[in-house]
Structures are given as C-alpha cells and as structure tokens.
C-alpha cells in the first residue's frame, strides 16, 4: 500500500465546473505539497501546507492533520487547467524526504 | 520560470554507459533535490543536498551518486545504465527544507 494515495485517478470535467482532488497519507508529514505537471512534463509547485487552507486565484488547497487528508479544489475550470496533478508528503524528523501520490490526470473539455 | 536550470534536455545513450546531468539551482537557494519519474513507478526521491552537504538519501541506487559542489550547482551521475534507468530525472531546489520547491525542466533520459 503507498504512504501517499491520491484520487480519482482520472478526472474529466465541463468547463466552469467545481473540482475536487483528494490525498489521504499514512505517515507522519511536516507539510503537504500539490504539484502541477503540464503535458510538455514540467513540475509546478502549486501549494505547501502543513495547516488548514491556502487560495491562489482559482485554487484552494485544504489539509486536515488529524485526518491525513488534504484535498486540491479548482473552482470555474477551463481547459487550460487540463494537466496532472500529484500530492506529495513531506516526512518530518530529520530527513525531509517527498513521498509521491501517484497523481490524477484532470482533462477539462470546453 | 523556475529559475532551476537542468542540462542537457534529452539524453540517448546505450545501456552500461554513465552518465551526467547538471542542475544549477534557483539563485541563493542552498538546497537541492534529485528525483526519477518513470513510466511504472511515478516519481520517487533519490537524494537532497544542503550547501555542499548530503541531508537525505531516498531511493537511489548505488550506481547513481550526486554531489553539490561550492557554487550551489549539482550533478547526478548515472553509470552502469540499464534500459530501466530511462526516466524523466528532475531537480528542484529551496531555500530552506522546509520551502517551497522549485522544479527545473527535467532531463528526459532515454537508454537503448
């Protein structure tokens, strides 16, 4: 079982609409990354978190501690949105090392 | 822009070859992360380094070393390759470990 479960793991949407993307982990994390990777494979950090809720533009990003669980919304998507979307734990202690999702694949149609 | 900078883009080379790639990190970030994406395992840690120093060592093989020298930049090299190494090899840098990361372009490598 991965420490890191992310989904769906396929995701097509209408433009405009409302989406949501989980991330449940079973390890002990210092924060929560999203990414964003484009088509062309480049890696766009999107959030770190390590509590409650952060927004940027049309993006908000939750992580709820006790449950380990985060969750990755885009409200009103276009298909410019369109790209694969990967969480990812960051252990505490020491070693501060990402553990991947296996990512969701989100294709908005216009 | 990230401002991380990966070399070269692609690499095709015939396996039990080694080779390098290079990241030169965001300006003033001191960390930097290697990580391998491929097709059947998504993308995995493989090793940080910290102002010159190894901080954390995940899933690298000992075929694959790193180092960090005193301008900040880095390389990975892969030697003894095997068609199984071909991936997309990322760096990323912060400036803390505990920043957020900025992720170069990716070195597609491709072993025949």
């Known amino acids: 079982k991965n420490e890191v479960e992310q989904s769906p793991q396929n995701l097509t949407a209408q433009e405009g609409e409302f989406i949501t993307i989980n991330c449940s982990y079973s390890?002990?994390?210092?924060?929560l990354h999203w990414l964003q990777q484009h088509p062309g494979g480049g890696i766009v950090s999107l959030f770190m978190?390590?509590?409650g809720k952060k927004k940027h533009g049309r993006l908000i990003a939750t992580i709820n501690i006790q449950e380990k669980h985060s969750s990755l919304h885009i409200t009103a998507s276009h298909p410019r949105d369109s790209a694969v979307y990967i969480c990812?734990?960051?252990?505490?202690?020491?070693?501060?090392?990402?553990?991947f999702g296996s990512g969701t694949q989100l294709t908005v149609l216009p | 822009d990230s401002g991380v900078t990966q070399t070269p883009k692609h690499l095709i080379t015939a396996t039990g070859q080694r080779v390098t790639l290079r990241c030169s990190p965001r300006?003033?970030?001191?960390?930097v992360y290697w990580y391998q994406q491929s097709l059947d395992q998504g993308l995995q840690f493989l090793i940080q380094?910290?102002?010159?120093?190894?901080?954390a060592k995940g899933n690298i093989l000992e075929r694959f070393s790193a180092q960090q020298f005193p301008d900040l930049h880095s390389e990975l090299n892969l030697s003894s390759l095997e068609l199984g190494d071909s991936a997309l090899y990322f760096c990323?840098?912060?400036?803390?470990?505990?920043?957020?990361?900025?992720f170069g372009n990716g070195t597609r490598l491709t072993v025949t």
């Open positions: 380094y910290y102002n010159g120093e190894e901080r």
């Open positions: 978190l390590s509590s």
């Open positions: 990323a840098s912060s400036g803390t470990p505990n920043s957020p990361l900025h």
């Open positions: 300006s003033g970030d001191l960390s």
């Open positions: 990812a734990a960051l252990s505490s202690g020491s070693a501060r090392q990402l553990t």
């Open positions: 390890v002990g994390i210092s924060a």
